[in-house]
């Protein structure tokens, strides 16, 4: 059977394609019972020839449709067709975030990765792994909230390179949408291994990556060329593309990358980092827009404010100098040499700068 506008499966009836890529095509159709638009994904038959394989995305879909998280798409309805199996899923009006201009402003970023992080703590807590995460399948809404789709399809793909069916597989793709998958596979996929909600962490910090520089992390000029790097090569990192790229996200980025599986935060801290990045750009933004004298803070410290101020000439002399404050903690060393920035900064002395 073949899917066209006009077609009827079931009591949906086909209006119009979305898209299509690897996993199926997308179709607009209305739910003739609750009168009501929605989006059906057709898979193909080839996809779901393994009944153990489709068992476990249909166990899946079922699941992530139990979690009723806003930032998750709702998903109405698992059926079979003689095009194959399909899903019914609740019609988002916006666009992918491949189609969102890159680099974007960091605001946007910091929202939009929230949202997905919030949607992934909810999986793997429920112990959903989405093994697919990219911009493809992260949808922003005309109103701003984002909804993530495609939770368990990848389960249809064989993951490993001993699978049986790993060398004969073969189904009707998009151009491009192969290695697009491939592109934000996790080290560990990449290397046959064992898949865990780790991977999801690396593929969102490809996504944030291209986000904050507009360009891929590990780009290259063929598959086997992607994998090598995402097993082995470490990127530049995000600042260094985008110098706004503050410190505190660029840091959350490089650890969201890692190599080593054990070694990237979780679903819950990414969305703690980017909480506190969101808190630091909203405190930064409100003193440049008030912009009042410099309050000091720091008591009986001219001793060291004075040698501060020393290393500062020096350098506008044309002398660099390497400055570093020691002692033990809770002392107020940050709030010494934060102060002590602060004063140059209003004054419009210099330009601060910071990083690790």
């Known amino acids: 059977m073949t899917i066209s506008a006009g077609a009827r499966l079931g009591h949906y009836e086909i209006r119009s394609k979305l898209g299509e890529g690897g996993m199926g095509e997308v179709w607009r159709a209305r739910d003739t019972r609750l009168n009501r638009e929605v989006a059906i994904k057709v898979l193909p038959a080839a996809l779901a020839k393994d009944a153990g394989r489709l068992r476990r995305f249909e ?22 067709t003689d095009a194959g199996r399909f899903i019914v899923m609740e019609l988002v009006r916006g666009q992918t975030l491949r ?71 073969t189904y009707r793709t998009a151009p491009g949408a192969l290695l697009g998958t491939l592109a934000y596979m996790s080290p560990e996929q990449a290397r046959g291994l064992q898949v865990t909600s780790a991977a999801d962490i690396f ?66 801290e990414v969305s703690e980092a980017l ?11 409100l003193q440049r827009s008030i912009k009042p004298a410099v309050e000091r803070h720091t008591v009986g410290r001219e001793k060291e404010r004075a040698e501060l101020m020393s290393g500062f000439e020096s350098a506008l002399a044309g002398r660099g100098l390497l400055l570093c404050v020691a002692g033990e903690p809770g002392i107020g060393k940050t709030t010494l040499v934060e102060d002590f920035l602060a004063e140059l900064a209003a004054e419009g002395r210099c330009t601060v700068a910071r990083g690790r």
């Open 59 to 80: 166990q899946e879909a079922m699941a992530a449709s139990a979690l009723n998280h806003p930032s998750i798409v709702t998903i109405h309805e698992i059926g079979k």
């Open 275 to 285: 909480g506190e990045v969101s808190g630091v750009r909203s405190s930064d933004q």
């Open 203 to 268: 593929a969102l910090g490809v996504v944030f990556y291209e986000l904050a520089t507009g360009r891929h992390p590990f780009k290259a000029d063929s598959m086997i060329a992607v994998l090598h790097s995402i097993a082995s090569q470490t990127p530049a990192s995000p600042s260094r593309l985008n110098p706004e790229v503050p410190a505190s996200l660029d840091a959350l980025i490089m650890r969201m990358l890692e190599k080593d599986a054990a070694l990237r935060p979780t679903a819950v």
């Open 99 to 169: 189609a969102v201009s890159k680099p974007c402003a960091i605001d946007l970023l910091v929202n939009v990765g929230s949202q997905i992080a919030r949607a992934l703590s909810a999986t793997h807590a429920a112990g959903i792994t989405h093994r697919d995460i990219k911009p493809d399948n992260v949808m922003l809404r005309d109103d701003g909230y984002v909804k993530v789709l495609d939770f368990g399809v990848a389960r249809l793909v064989p993951q490993t390179a001993t699978d049986e069916e790993a060398a004969t597989l």
